[in-house]
């Protein structure tokens, strides 16, 4: 399981340019007879005299940026799915007692890593971190790592084949190698107590510790420190009061530094405390009624595409959110850059964090359910201690079926069972009988909060039918509209009734603002899109050519009018009730 707040640790960064052997018939992977290598293939060899021809040459090969996707890179990988060997050197200098980690952000979607020419670990799983131990693989002086990234898709896979996002590849997050002791946290989870205001609790899990050994936890600005003994399972437990705490909210996006020591490990954080409750159809943070006012989010590099992977990117997305007048964001449709949770805490906006479980994935299939679970698992564990992340949503539009409403009903116990502080949600499909919407959705007997999308005025009906929708919905409890809106190309204008226009746009958003209104139980709302982004199922020449064009920004940054139109309701407080 990876290790956890990485980017307050100490690294060796990998970071920069990789050497890179593009493999469309997997060649690394298998063998000419197409049987599975026990070991790589393109492992850095060098011809050796009268032994087999070596038919590569990762030193001639061209480079390739990390982090980064591989699609926007070069132009001949613009379309490129399939298998992508990199290969960089680096020096190390052992140290006594010290345990060595590789660590990726993320790497889209298979990726095999060997360090030295002997494997070190595979990861399935395009949106989550995932680290390994190389301490005993890496030698004194020059090492190299080599990575096989896959991002073919399967039916098997999740996501599955069918996306309406670019399946960008590649190591497209940080890379760093993170030297730790020999006993070391390795998991953590502070928070605000339920119902309390100034309770703090949770649990530090320390690797390789023996019972009994000793954690500290302080917070200096709260005057506090506590100490507590690991037992059996690992895990110090904590409760104490900290009294005079400011409480993390939008508004006041107050985060705390929080040390953390086990034995030789020191770790630090910066951490804000906040509840985040249901109580009928209400949703409280800090014990008040809230209405989240938001957008989805792709994780699409503004001005540049491609997937985001600085911090000028997330602040580029963020600070458009801001403008907008939001506090909240849904992260979709996977989860997004640990740089994006840190800036949303920094800034004091509300986050949703999602399960790439999107569309027709295979419910029925058991190994699927368990890559399900790690996935979910990776997410909860790099962001439990973000106050920002209040919703953890299991899926996207997924189909209404048996097997399906018992893999998701999976999914919910087990968020709930890791992470019993925040909401668990889903974006549901909504059912239409003539101008009535039904959501009944069995998955929603588990939600906290249901999510449901819906496209009045694009994928069906026109805008100003919004207004003669009756809603019928079948739980008593808190609402937001996870996706509603239509595409406008950025400068086409036109009549409010011609689709591809800025007008049209902004005359479904205003309609649907409307609509959305009168339905008593919403708590929030995150329309489709923040900014306009890849997707191959979208080529319509001249107007989409390979982008969803959804955005209230385009990919070059330039505002539609939908944009001013969602910017004034939320600026003057016209859309949406707290209770
Ligand atoms: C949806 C999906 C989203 C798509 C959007 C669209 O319902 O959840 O991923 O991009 O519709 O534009 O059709």
Same mark, same amino acid.
């Given at each position: 399981m990876p290790l956890v707040a990485v980017d307050h640790r100490p690294t060796i960064s990998l970071n920069g340019d990789w050497r890179t052997i593009v493999d469309p018939y997997a060649t690394g992977l298998y063998t000419f007879h197409g049987k599975l290598r026990a070991d790589g293939y393109f492992m850095n060899r060098k011809q050796a005299p009268g032994g087999e021809p070596v038919e590569y040459d990762f030193q001639k090969s061209p480079t390739l940026q990390v982090p980064g996707d591989w699609n926007t890179q070069r132009e001949s990988l613009f379309f490129y799915e399939g298998p992508m060997w990199y290969e960089k050197e680096f020096s190390y200098q052992r140290k006594p007692a010290t345990r060595v980690f590789f660590y990726a952000g993320a790497a889209n979607y298979r990726s095999y890593v060997w &360090?030295?020419? %002997?494997? @070190?670990? !595979?990861h399935e799983g395009g949106f989550t971190p995932f680290s390994c131990e190389v301490t005993d693989l890496l030698i004194e002086g020059s090492n190299f790592v080599v990575i096989a990234v896959d991002n073919t898709r399967h039916a098997d896979g999740i996501p599955t084949l069918q996306t309406d996002w670019w399946n960008y590849g590649g190591l497209t997050r940080d890379v760093s190698l993170v030297e730790v002791p020999e006993q070391f946290i390795d998991d953590f989870d502070l928070h605000l107590k339920r119902g309390s205001r100034a309770t703090i609790e949770g649990w530090v899990h320390v690797e390789g510790a023996a019972p009994g050994v000793e954690v500290t936890v302080s917070i200096p600005e709260l005057a506090v420190r506590e100490t507590a003994q690991v037992s059996a399972d690992g895990r110090a437990t904590f409760q104490f009061a900290a009294s005079n705490l400011e409480p993390w909210s939008p508004e006041h996006p107050r985060r705390y530094r929080v040390h953390l020591q086990a034995g030789q490990d020191n770790l630090e954080d910066e951490i804000g405390f906040r509840t985040i409750e &249901? %109580? =009928? *159809? %209400?949703? /409280?943070l800090n014990g008040s009624p809230i209405f989240l006012r938001g957008v989805s989010v792709h994780a699409e590099a503004p001005y540049r595409t491609g997937r985001a992977c600085n911090d000028e990117d997330m602040e580029t997305l963020l600070g458009w &959110? $801001?403008?907008? =007048? =939001?506090?909240? &964001? $849904? /992260? @979709?449709?996977?989860?997004?850059? !640990?740089?994006? *949770? $840190? /800036? @949303?805490d920094r800034m004091g906006i509300l986050v949703w964090s999602e399960l790439p479980v999107y569309w027709a994935i295979d419910f029925d299939n058991s190994d699927v359910l368990a890559n399900a679970e790690r996935q979910l698992h990776e997410m909860i564990r790099r962001d439990r201690n973000k106050a920002s992340v209040v919703l953890w949503s299991v899926a996207n539009e997924t189909p209404v079926t048996p097997a399906r409403v018992k893999f998701l009903r999976t999914l919910v116990a087990k968020t709930h069972e890791q992470d019993p502080t925040r909401l668990v949600t889903a974006a549901l499909l909504v059912r239409t009988e003539g101008m009535a919407k039904v959501i009944d959705d069995p998955l929603g007997e588990v939600l906290d909060v249901i999510g449901f999308n819906e496209y009045i005025g694009w994928y069906e009906h026109r805008p100003e039918d919004a207004g003669k929708t009756v809603w019928q919905i079948a739980y008593e409890k808190p609402l937001i509209v996870s996706e509603f809106g239509g595409d406008a190309k950025y400068g086409l204008h036109g009549e409010s009734d011609t689709r591809w226009t800025e007008e049209y746009q902004a005359n479904l958003y205003r309609h649907q603002l409307a609509m959305l209104n009168r339905i008593g139980p919403l708590r929030g709302m995150s329309p489709w899109v923040l900014m306009d982004f890849r997707s191959p199922r979208r080529p319509l020449p001249g107007i989409q050519d390979y982008f969803n064009r959804k955005g209230l920004i385009s990919d070059q940054g330039e505002k539609k009018q939908a944009f001013y139109v969602l910017q004034m309701a939320y600026r003057e407080g016209a859309i949406g009730k707290a209770e």
């Open positions: &360090v030295n020419g %002997r494997k @070190a670990c !595979e &249901v %109580r =009928g *159809t %209400r949703i /409280l &959110v $801001r403008e907008l =007048g =939001g506090n909240f &964001v $849904r /992260l @979709a449709h996977y989860p997004h850059d !640990e740089r994006m *949770t $840190r /800036l @949303a």
